[in-house]
Nanobody, 125 residues
């Protein structure tokens, strides 16, 4: 059984910052073979990729809407992936999910096998 647990969400004013973390665990889970992604879903909208990172950390992929503001990173020794979010905007408000998949730093939801339960990020104007 693989578990992904997100933390770090909350309420922040526009222009502020948050850092999301996602810790992975599981008896047979080899963290280093998985690409990791952060996705978000706002009410009434489809789940969309925010950022993704390859299994080595050498390749990243960002949604155009967050480029230059968000940074994804991973610590394979700690089985953790991070999303540093700066210059937050009200339109960043959503539930943020981390995901793991045997893929490249892909943007498609269907390429990811394991998902966390999500953490709420709310940006006030």
């Amino acid at each position: 059984q693989v578990q992904l647990v997100e933390s770090g969400g909350g309420l922040v004013q526009a222009g502020g910052s948050l850092r999301l973390s996602c810790a992975a665990s599981g008896r047979t889970f080899s963290y280093y073979v998985y690409a990791l992604g952060w996705f978000r879903q706002a009410p009434g909208k489809e789940r969309e990729v925010v950022a993704a990172i390859s299994k080595s950390g050498g390749s990243t992929n960002y949604a155009d809407s967050v480029k230059g503001r968000f940074t994804i990173s991973r610590d394979n020794a700690e089985n953790t992936v991070y999303l540093q979010m700066n210059s937050l905007k009200p339109e960043d408000t959503a539930v943020y999910y981390c995901a793991a998949g045997r893929t490249v730093a892909a943007s498609e939801v269907r390429r990811y096998d394991y998902w966390g339960q999500g953490t709420q990020v709310t940006v006030s104007s």
